[in-house]
């Protein structure tokens, strides 16, 4: 089977979609024949099969990989030429919106109300990259000897593995693929084994686009597969979403041998509201920030900071606007919240809502499954509020990754900023105040990559995304993101070939 074929000839009209890796332009089973079932979580269904990645897979995508960056057509590629094809996929993906969309909820149970406009939103990741690669990267350098000009220049680093999460599949990977190819790095995908099939899905795209081959490779499997392309000595960068447990491995097997890393992890973001906040905004603001994608986002503002004198009236109007999110079918527009991505995800919800009860966390709402018959196949867990959260408690100091806030007190703003930053990681923050001064002092007293004032979770391709401590390492999106897939390089030129001395340098 051909890179070209269209979606239809990448999967059989059987009972279950079969699906194949694209390794080196050619789309392909595992070579020992392994597959595994990709899950539908609203129904506990499988509804499609995908290939198991053995090392010879995997060591085949990485040569591929080092062929296209250094003797292939991809080596020679101009800027020109990178940006022509970044907008040729952008506009694929627009024209297969609907389809990436399709893909993404069967994998993990997000709405299509959310994943939709994310789906057509892709395409400006892809256009912006386009424009990034034909920006100047260098700079002139007034250096201080005589007859010497003094420049950089930035260079792609090499061959990339992009390991990718199942929360957001595909932004999360076009948050890395689209600055390593603007660069002119070659990349080896390995998606997570929950969400590989709209990263298959995407390839299709890429090959149709007219990227060479080899130059994108998409290799499928568990976390074995993505352990062992991070150990590859081939791989120069490794870019990794995911916890932050394994992106320390990730980064204590690129240590070996200083092969560069980016790395977003995870988050305990606090969402902070004081008492001159528009109550009714704060309320809708922290109400999307932990409850949508049912809570399956790093960014997800899982804390939620309220001032002591609002502190019974704001949970009161949190609680009655928690419980009237509509739970249902992901696939129809109505629904509020849908689905835990896996079985995994949800028995560790539904552990850490019975560690907080035995810690002393009072359950206002939630906690449980819905009752409603039509949901019984399905990973749905009802979106939670705890209430008299200490921040010493597990509940407030580890990540759940669900459906579940906890109310804090605070009891003034040196306070907010204590209990906001009394914490191992730093990817994110909301502020809720009319108070412009106020704002503006938290925003730089609060450690997080990201700080929102009266909004929460915006992202944008323009917009550098990352995290602080534990929270990851380097920076996605914008024009920082070409940093972390380029290596500099100093130049010097002496325009007076007035070399006298040899041993004397000035």
């Not at 528009?278 to 920030?289: P, Q, R, S, T």
């Not at 534990?470 to 972390?484: D, L, P, Q, T």
């Amino acid at each position: 089977m051909t890179a070209t074929n269209a979606m239809t000839d990448l999967r059989t009209t059987a009972n279950l979609e079969h699906y194949q890796m694209l390794v080196d332009g050619v789309w392909r089973d595992a070579s020992e024949k392994a597959t595994f079932d990709s899950i539908n979580p609203a129904t506990s269904q499988p509804w499609a099969r995908v290939p198991v990645a053995s090392e010879q897979d995997i060591d085949d995508a990485v040569q591929a990989a080092r062929r296209a960056f250094e003797t292939g057509a991809w080596a020679a590629s101009s800027p020109l030429q990178r940006a022509t094809l970044l907008r040729k996929l952008g506009d694929l993906i627009s024209d297969n919106a609907d389809e990436l969309a399709r893909v993404q909820v069967l994998e993990n149970g997000r709405l299509i109300r959310e994943v939709g406009g994310r789906a057509r939103a892709l395409a400006n990741y892809a256009y912006f990259f386009a424009g990034v690669a034909e920006s100047p990267t260098g700079e002139t350098l007034a250096g201080s000897v005589p007859n010497m000009q003094v420049f950089t220049v930035r260079e792609p680093i090499g061959v990339v593995a992009a390991i990718t999460p199942w929360n957001s599949p595909l932004t999360l990977l076009l948050w890395k693929l689209c600055p390593a190819l603007a660069a002119g790095n070659t990349v080896v995908v390995k998606p997570s084994e929950i969400t590989p099939v709209s990263t298959l899905v995407l390839a299709r795209l890429l090959s149709e686009a007219g990227f060479p081959d080899g130059v994108v490779n998409v290799v499928t499997g568990a976390g074995s597969a993505g352990a062992t392309l991070a150990a590859h000595p081939g791989v120069d960068k490794i870019a990794f979403t995911g916890s932050t447990a394994v992106g320390k491995k990730i980064a204590r097997t690129a240590a070996d041998r200083l092969a560069r890393v980016s790395l977003e992890l995870g988050g305990k973001s606090p969402n902070i509201v004081f008492p001159d906040a528009d109550l009714a905004n704060a309320v809708n603001g922290v109400v999307g920030g932990i409850f949508t994608a049912t809570g399956q986002t790093c960014m997800a503002g899982s804390r939620v900071l309220v001032h002591t004198d609002i502190y019974d009236k704001f949970c009161d109007a949190l609680i009655a606007r928690t419980e009237r999110i509509k739970i249902g079918d992901p696939m129809d527009p109505d629904t509020e919240m849908g689905t835990m991505a896996c079985r995994a995800q949800y028995d560790k919800v539904l552990h850490y809502i019975e560690v907080a009860k035995e810690d002393g966390a009072r359950l206002a709402t939630g906690g449980d499954r819905p009752e409603a018959p039509e949901l019984v196949g399905g990973l749905y867990i009802r979106p939670t509020v705890f209430t008299d959260v200490d921040n010493h408690m597990r509940i407030a100091r580890e990540e759940v990754f669900g459906p579940v806030a906890v109310a804090i007190r605070f009891s003034d703003e040196d306070d907010a900023v204590a209990i906001a930053n009394d914490t191992r990681f730093g990817l994110a923050a909301g502020v809720w105040t009319n108070d412009l001064a106020r704002a503006h002092r938290m925003v730089r007293r609060l450690r997080a990559g990201t700080v929102w004032v009266n909004n929460y979770r915006r992202t944008n391709h323009v917009a550098p995304f990352g995290g602080f401590k534990e929270s990851g390492i380097g920076r996605e999106n914008g024009f920082h993101a070409i940093e972390e897939y380029t290596e500099v390089k100093t130049v010097w030129i002496d325009t007076g070939n007035q070399i006298t001395d040899p041993f004397s340098r000035p």
